[in-house]
């Protein structure tokens, strides 16, 4: 068959990888009030988010590397097999710590998928086209938040939330199927070394800096032996990390970071990871356990933000054409600014109209952002650089959600906790009660003023949240018009 044939079908495969990779942060996020209610503990809730991003975000740049030596065909489908094991094996997890787990086996095979998928893109469509079909591919991301929420409502309303995991793996086999069949590679690639030393180091660093963001003074004293052994621990290897990385052979090229749009592109993604993973991560559980409103209304709401990303998506590839990059991610970072504002609103309020038109504007912005960048940075590099560039990007994307949901995570059980102990109230109250919360059956069994105290203590801590991704909301902006003005070579 014709290279020219084969491209649809390499895209549909590429598709359903990405997809996968993006429907996990909604679909999970909208069951997780039942899966903590289940298997109960929520103080553990921000974990079952964080493994996953950290082993994404930790191995990102390590398979981007890979693939541009080796080649994106077999990194790709390696990412996808070990991505379906951890899925298979999540829906089996009887405790929250077997399926965080799962979830960091998950995140090891996305670290593969997400950048390749975009990558191999990039290798068979010129420069023109790439900006219409990335617009494509980042729409996958906005078409999974609409999809993701409904399934995972409606697989917690009649069915179990093992679904959740399972429906992952006949999907996966698809793309799988796709790539072996069709993508043909004929690129010389060049052997270079790998820096495994940078990933396990920056792994153990970021591992432990999340362990101080989720349990300091919480289960993890502020003033101990044990905080600071563990800030120092992490503070070395993270010290390791960034020595090597000023060396030859790192996982992260000097070259790479060398160009003002990738720099500034990088942390202006690494800001949207955060706004982003604290929308779906957080909302479900405030419109659950604060509105009180069911699964299939949760995952509405997250809905919204679905649409507006496809849509603005579909929309940027033809922007980037005709007034540019720069001035389409400006436009994206001030639809931001208007859905943090909506969702500062939200705890005062307390309306689903105004967490769903928060989460449409965030999408907006997301999708005029996410696209933009991509393809300024595959356009700014050379092919045998596309893999480790691209990788760059989704590192950075990850990085932010997994450092988002753990700094927010620590930040909304400590409100809770300040809560509970104020209340003084004659039921003794701590974050994990907030799962009978979230459980219809198990509520029955608080108090009135045992369901007001948590419901004041959620919505107090949500709160912090909102105000923190409107501060990062306006960072965006500031990064994003620095942006040069021409085009890098």
């Not at 949901?405 to 809560?419: D, K």
Request: aromatic residues 12%; hydrophobic residues 50%.
């Amino acid at each position: 068959m014709d290279d020219q044939l084969k491209r649809p079908f390499i895209l549909v495969a590429v598709m359903l990888g990405m997809f996968l990779s993006a429907i996990e942060a909604t679909i999970v996020a909208t069951a997780m009030p039942s899966i903590v209610a289940d298997l109960q503990h929520f103080s553990l809730y921000s974990w079952v988010f964080s493994a996953y991003l950290l082993s994404s975000s930790a191995t990102v740049l390590l398979f981007g590397k890979l693939a541009d030596m080796y080649g994106r065909k077999p990194i790709y489908l390696f990412g996808i097999s070990v991505f379906l094991l951890g899925s298979l094996f999540a829906g089996f997890s009887a405790s929250m710590w077997s399926l965080i787990g799962w979830r960091f086996i998950q995140g090891i095979g996305a670290g593969a998928m997400m950048p390749i998928a975009t990558t191999i893109v990039g290798d068979i469509y010129s420069k023109e086209e790439r900006a219409k079909i990335q617009g494509y591919l980042s729409s996958v991301w906005g078409i999974s938040a609409i999809i993701g929420p409904l399934i995972g409502a409606f697989f917690v309303d009649f069915l179990n939330w093992q679904y959740v995991f399972w429906m992952n793996i006949p999907i996966g086999l698809l793309s799988m199927l796709g790539i072996a069949m069709f993508l043909k590679e004929t690129k010389v690639k060049e052997k270079q070394s790998v820096d495994i030393f940078g990933t396990i180091t920056m792994m153990i660093g970021i591992t432990l800096f999340m362990y101080i963001l989720v349990e300091g003074g919480n289960s993890l004293p502020w003033n101990s032996i044990q905080f600071y052994l563990i800030l120092g621990s992490s503070v070395t290897a993270l010290s390791l990390f960034f020595m090597k990385s000023t060396k030859g052979n790192s996982m992260i090229a000097k070259s790479i970071w060398s160009y003002q749009t990738i720099r500034l592109a990088n942390i202006a993604t690494f800001i949207t990871g955060i706004i982003m993973i604290s929308v779906s991560s957080y909302l479900p559980t405030f419109v659950q356990g604060v509105l009180g409103k069911s699964a299939l209304i949760a995952g509405f709401t997250l809905t919204t933000m679905s649409i507006g990303w496809p849509i603005a998506s579909a929309l940027s590839g033809r922007l980037l054409l005709k007034i540019g990059y720069r001035t389409t991610t400006l436009i994206g970072a001030l639809f931001l600014m208007i859905g943090t504002i909506l969702f500062i609103c939200l705890p005062i309020v307390q309306s689903v109209y105004i967490a769903s038109f928060g989460s449409f504007f965030v999408g907006v912005g997301m999708g005029l952002t996410s696209t933009a960048f991509i393809v300024q940075i595959q356009s700014t590099v050379s092919w045998k650089e596309r893999g480790s560039a691209t990788a760059s990007n989704t590192f950075m994307r990850s990085l932010g959600s997994a450092v988002g949901v753990a700094l927010f995570g620590g930040i909304l059980n400590n409100a809770i906790n300040r809560q509970t102990i104020q209340s003084h109230g004659e039921e003794q109250l701590s974050v994990d009660d907030i799962d009978l919360l979230l459980h219809d059956g198990k509520m029955a069994s608080l108090s009135k003023e045992a369901i007001h105290i948590l419901q004041k203590g959620l919505s107090s801590g949500l709160q912090y949240i909102y105000i923190g991704i409107f501060i990062l909301a306006i960072i965006a902006l500031v990064c994003i018009y620095l942006l040069p003005k021409k085009e890098e070579s």
